[in-house]
Each structure stands twice: as structure tokens, then as C-alpha cells.
């Protein structure tokens, strides 16, 4: 049985990727969680966080993105046990190098979507609780080019 995984998480800001994530890791054995955290875990959002805050800039946004995806692919090459992504990944292409590299290192692949993100509702709770400040308006954005 294969016992290599990733984790690709879909979702609007706000529909629960992390916390979703944050179970998951809780449910782990702590070896395995600490392994998860140090080693397994990527989100292009932490790379805006500068001195503790999170400093979005749309400029950096491009670069930010290939930087995680390396270090998607090391912990991969690595053979990290249980690797994740955790980004929007609204369309397909956002998502489909870091699923391409996981099956060509013969990892079994789970994407996870959180939330409804065709529903009006819940695009109004992830306005509302999503810890980025982004706007209904954009959310709204997002939803409309989903693909599910």
C-alpha cells in the first residue's frame, strides 16, 4: 500500500482550508505532526508573513507562488511521508504542477474543497471570517471562476 501523501486543498479565503489542515495534523501521531509542520506543509500565503505580520503584495505574488511550489517539490523529492498545499487553487492549471509532481513521485493524491464555493452564503461567511482581510467583492470573483 502506498503510504505517500499529499494534500491539495481548494477553497475561497475564509471557507476553511486551514482549519481543515489544523485538524488533520491534530488527528496525527505527534511524530507525524511535527513532521507535517517542519517539513510537509505549504502555503504561498506564509511567505508574506514579514517579522510575525502578513504583508500581502500582488507584485510578489507570481514569484511567491513558484518559490512554494519548489519547496512543494523538494518535500516530495525528499519523500516526505504526508505533504500538503494549501492554497485557493480556484482553477485546475493552479493546482496541477503540484499534483503532476506527486503522481511522478508516486504519491497518492487527495484534493480536499472546502466549503460551497458557488454558494452565495457561504461566500458571505468566508468575507466575513476570512483572517486576510479580502473583500466580499473579490471572493465573489473567485467564486464565479471556480472549478469544481
Given at each position: 500500500?502506498?503510504?505517500?501523501?499529499?494534500?491539495?486543498?481548494?477553497?475561497?479565503?475564509?471557507?476553511?482550508?486551514?482549519h481543515w489542515i489544523d485538524l488533520f495534523i491534530q488527528s496525527q501521531p505527534l511524530p507525524v505532526a511535527l513532521q507535517?509542520?517542519?517539513?510537509?506543509?505549504?502555503?504561498?500565503?506564509?511567505?508574506?508573513?514579514?517579522?510575525?505580520?502578513?504583508?500581502?503584495?500582488?507584485?510578489?505574488?507570481?514569484?511567491?507562488?513558484?518559490?512554494?511550489?519548489?519547496?512543494?517539490?523538494?518535500?516530495?523529492?525528499?519523500?516526505?511521508?504526508?505533504?500538503?498545499?494549501?492554497?485557493?487553487?480556484?482553477?485546475?492549471?493552479?493546482?496541477?504542477?503540484?499534483?503532476?509532481?506527486?503522481?511522478?513521485?508516486?504519491?497518492?493524491?487527495?484534493?480536499?474543497?472546502?466549503?460551497?464555493?458557488?454558494?452565495?452564503?457561504?461566500?458571505?461567511?468566508?468575507?466575513?471570517?476570512?483572517?486576510?482581510?479580502?473583500?466580499?467583492?473579490?471572493?465573489?470573483?473567485?467564486?464565479?471562476?471556480?472549478?469544481?
Open positions: 500500500m502506498n503510504s505517500k501523501l499529499v494534500i491539495i486543498m481548494r477553497g475561497l479565503p475564509g471557507s476553511g482550508k486551514s507535517i509542520k517542519q517539513r510537509g506543509y505549504f502555503s504561498t500565503d506564509n511567505l508574506f508573513v514579514v517579522d510575525g505580520q502578513y504583508k500581502f503584495d500582488a507584485s510578489k505574488l507570481s514569484e511567491y507562488h513558484q518559490i512554494n511550489l519548489s519547496l512543494f517539490i523538494e518535500a516530495l523529492s525528499r519523500g516526505e511521508p504526508i505533504v500538503i498545499c494549501d492554497n485557493t487553487n480556484v482553477c485546475h492549471w493552479e493546482y496541477i504542477a503540484y499534483k503532476t509532481a506527486a503522481v511522478a513521485l508516486g504519491y497518492k493524491v487527495k484534493i480536499v474543497i472546502t466549503g460551497e464555493p458557488k454558494s452565495k452564503s457561504h461566500q458571505l461567511l468566508c468575507a466575513q471570517r476570512n483572517k486576510h482581510h479580502v473583500q466580499l467583492k473579490h471572493i465573489q470573483r473567485m467564486a464565479e471562476i471556480f472549478e469544481i
